[in-house]
Each structure stands twice: as structure tokens, then as C-alpha cells.
């Protein structure tokens, strides 16, 4: 069976990248919009009405407004936008987020994409609340650091000028605001009551992506050993594929002594890790924030949805 599939801002960089994933399937008909015709109203709501599958990477406000274009009962729509992270009637596409949400996407015609900071977080920290570990009340932290194509083009190619500007050369943290538009979705799809004190960090390679969550075992339940919550993470991702728990204390990153935030790349996969001493914890989540964090994702949840390997064009 042929599967047609749209994607509404195939020009930018999650669009891009879509197309590469879908390339090479031959169970896929790319519908694709001429160029002259990609603001055209018209056109874009025929061919998502078109559509088996519409993929939404456009901002927000465009996103909300595809949306409402999609007139058939038959379309799924998967929305890489922030706007209907925590929307109702809304899915979340996140397959390996808890028992069930798998056969969710597959009947769900609204799937919302999650954000690449935001994956790595509740990947990490969502079994422990479902454990028990974590109190839904704890006020916990968070930092991420990226790559640079998480910025799209204007970011890519305000790093790519030769030579770099010396103001780009170092690490720089944003957010500082404390309202980066990934918190509501790393609040409601973990389980807790308030969104952490995130920080994320952009430096000069390309993609990549690691969160860190630093935790005192007295904020976990009393009797909580850092044993018990790599246990954790292990029994909630027994036997998904693109999950892979480390071993705790890591003995090959303690051995070299530095965390290699690109190992992912170029894959779906998420690695997970717990760092330990006797008082405290430090999660730590590593994926390709063009792939499991943006791109991979929306292909798997594609995938889950009709029904087909979920592996299928991400391995």
C-alpha cells in the first residue's frame, strides 16, 4: 500500500530533513507544493486534504492555521510546531513515553511533535515519577546543551559565516527569560506540577544534544538508591528499540572523563545515563536534536500511525 504524505514547509529544516527520511521508501508518495505556490492557500489545503499524512513544519501561528484547513475526517496531521504540544484533542508524539501511547498515536488524526530539549527531559525523568521516585511536586533544574541547527537557517547560517564572529566561538546560554516554549509540554508529559528551571546552551557544532538533570536523593522518595533509579529507567524502556539505558556510572564516559554530546547523531536513538556519588543523581539524555528531536521523531510517530515497522527509514 502507497501512502500519500504532505509536508507544509518543506523548505525548512525539519522539512528538509523529513524528505531525506522519506527518500528512499517506496511504500511513500511525497505530494510536494511548487515553489511559486508554498504561500498559497489554495494549494496548501488541497494537497493536506490530499494527504494520508500532513506534516506541519511551519511556526505556530501557520501550524494553528493548517490546521484549520484540513476539512476530511481521513488526514492525520503531525505538528512540529510548539502549538499543540498540550493542546486537547491532541496526541503526543512520543511512542516510548508510556504503556499505551503507542496505540494513541496509531488512532489519533492530531499528533503534536515533541521539542528536541524537551524529549531528552521527559525521557529521562518521566519513569521516575511514574516509579514513585520523583514527587509530582519536586522543583527540579534542567540544562541542555545543542547544536546550532536547532536555530534553523538564520541560526545555521549566522554560525557558518567564515570567519566566526569571536562573540560565537564560546558556548552561549539563552532562555534567560525563563520561558523557553518547550516548559509546558516538559511539565505536563512528565507528570509534574511545575516545569523545571531549564537552561539551555547553544555552542558552534552543528547538531547534538544533551540534557542534564541534577537531583539530590533527598528530593527522591525516602530509601532511594541511585541503583533503584537506573532500575527505573531500564524497566519502563525494556525492549524499545531506539532507547538505550547505560550502565549506571557509565564506565567508559568515567574513563574518559567528558560526556560526548554528539554520539547520537545521525541515529534515533536516545542514550540514557545515571551518574551517581552516595548523596546525589545526575540524569543525563543524548540525542540528534535534527533526528529523535525533531525529524526521527515525527517519521516514527508517522510510522506507529499507519500502522507500518516503526523503524521503518530511520535505521
Given at each position: 500500500m502507497?501512502?500519500k504524505?504532505?509536508?507544509?514547509g518543506?523548505?525548512?529544516?525539519t522539512?528538509?530533513r523529513?524528505h531525506?527520511y522519506?527518500?528512499?521508501r517506496t511504500?511513500i508518495e511525497v505530494?510536494?507544493?511548487?515553489?511559486?505556490?508554498?504561500?498559497?492557500p489554495?494549494?496548501r489545503?488541497?494537497?493536506?486534504n490530499?494527504a494520508?499524512?500532513?506534516?506541519?513544519?511551519?511556526?505556530?501561528?501557520a501550524?494553528r492555521?493548517?490546521?484549520f484547513?484540513v476539512?476530511?475526517?481521513?488526514?492525520?496531521?503531525i505538528?512540529?510546531?510548539?502549538?499543540?504540544?498540550?493542546?486537547?484533542g491532541?496526541?503526543?508524539?512520543?511512542?516510548?513515553?508510556a504503556?499505551?501511547?503507542?496505540?494513541?498515536?496509531?488512532?489519533?488524526?492530531?499528533?503534536s511533535?515533541?521539542g528536541?530539549?524537551?524529549?531528552?527531559?521527559?525521557l529521562a525523568?518521566r519513569?521516575l515519577?511514574d516509579?514513585?521516585?520523583?514527587?509530582?511536586?519536586?522543583?527540579i533544574?534542567?540544562?541542555?546543551?545543542?547544536?546550532?541547527?536547532?536555530?534553523?537557517?538564520?541560526?545555521?547560517?549566522?554560525?557558518?559565516?567564515q570567519?566566526?564572529p569571536?562573540h560565537?566561538?564560546?558556548?552561549?546560554?539563552?532562555?534567560?527569560?525563563?520561558?523557553?516554549?518547550h516548559l509546558?509540554?516538559?511539565?505536563?508529559h512528565?507528570g509534574?506540577a511545575t516545569?523545571?528551571?531549564?537552561?539551555?546552551?547553544?555552542?558552534?557544532?552543528?547538531?547534538?544534544?544533551?540534557?542534564?538533570?541534577?537531583?539530590?536523593l533527598?528530593q527522591?522518595k525516602?530509601g532511594?538508591t541511585?541503583?533503584?533509579?537506573?532500575?527505573?529507567?531500564?524497566?519502563?524502556?525494556?525492549g524499545?528499540?531506539?532507547?538505550?539505558?547505560?550502565?549506571l556510572?557509565?564506565?567508559?564516559?568515567l574513563?574518559?572523563g567528558f560526556?560526548d554530546?554528539?554520539?547520537c547523531?545521525?541515529?534515533?536513538?536516545v542514550?540514557?545515563?545515571?551518574f551517581?556519588?552516595?548523596?546525589?543523581?545526575l540524569l543525563?539524555?543524548?540525542?540528534?536534536n535534527?533526528?529523535?528531536g525533531?525529524?526521527?521523531a515525527?517519521?516514527q510517530?508517522?510510522?506507529?500511525?499507519?500502522?507500518?515497522?516503526?523503524?521503518?527509514g530511520?535505521?
Amino acid at each position: 500500500m502507497t501512502f500519500k504524505v504532505f509536508v507544509d514547509g518543506q523548505e525548512g529544516t525539519t522539512g528538509l530533513r523529513i524528505h531525506e527520511y522519506l527518500a528512499a521508501r517506496t511504500d511513500i508518495e511525497v505530494l510536494k507544493i511548487d515553489a511559486d505556490k508554498r504561500k498559497d492557500p489554495a494549494e496548501r489545503s488541497r494537497l493536506l486534504n490530499a494527504a494520508d499524512v500532513a506534516f506541519l513544519c511551519l511556526p505556530d501561528a501557520a501550524s494553528r492555521e493548517a490546521a484549520f484547513m484540513v476539512n476530511n475526517d481521513r488526514t492525520c496531521l503531525i505538528d512540529a510546531s510548539t502549538a499543540h504540544r498540550t493542546a486537547p484533542g491532541w496526541t503526543f508524539g512520543l511512542p516510548e513515553l508510556a504503556r499505551g501511547q503507542r496505540g494513541a498515536i496509531q488512532a489519533s488524526k492530531r499528533i503534536s511533535n515533541p521539542g528536541c530539549h524537551s524529549s531528552a527531559f521527559i525521557l529521562a525523568v518521566r519513569p521516575l515519577v511514574d516509579a514513585g521516585l520523583l514527587p509530582q511536586d519536586a522543583a527540579i533544574s534542567a540544562t541542555s546543551i545543542t547544536g546550532y541547527s536547532g536555530g534553523g537557517k538564520s541560526m545555521i547560517a549566522e554560525y557558518e559565516q567564515q570567519p566566526l564572529p569571536a562573540h560565537l566561538q564560546a558556548p552561549r546560554p539563552y532562555g534567560l527569560a525563563l520561558k523557553h516554549k518547550h516548559l509546558p509540554e516538559m511539565a505536563a508529559h512528565t507528570g509534574l506540577a511545575t516545569p523545571p528551571v531549564f537552561q539551555p546552551i547553544v555552542s558552534t557544532f552543528y547538531k547534538g544534544l544533551a540534557v542534564s538533570v541534577p537531583l539530590h536523593l533527598s528530593q527522591l522518595k525516602p530509601g532511594t538508591t541511585p541503583e533503584a533509579v537506573h532500575a527505573a529507567l531500564v524497566a519502563h524502556y525494556a525492549g524499545e528499540r531506539f532507547i538505550n539505558v547505560k550502565p549506571l556510572r557509565d564506565a567508559a564516559t568515567l574513563e574518559t572523563g567528558f560526556f560526548d554530546v554528539q554520539a547520537c547523531n545521525d541515529t534515533n536513538r536516545v542514550d540514557l545515563f545515571v551518574f551517581a556519588s552516595d548523596t546525589q543523581v545526575l540524569l543525563m539524555s543524548r540525542l540528534d536534536n535534527l533526528g529523535k528531536g525533531a525529524s526521527g521523531a515525527a517519521v516514527q510517530s508517522m510510522n506507529v500511525h499507519l500502522g507500518v515497522e516503526e523503524s521503518l527509514g530511520l535505521v
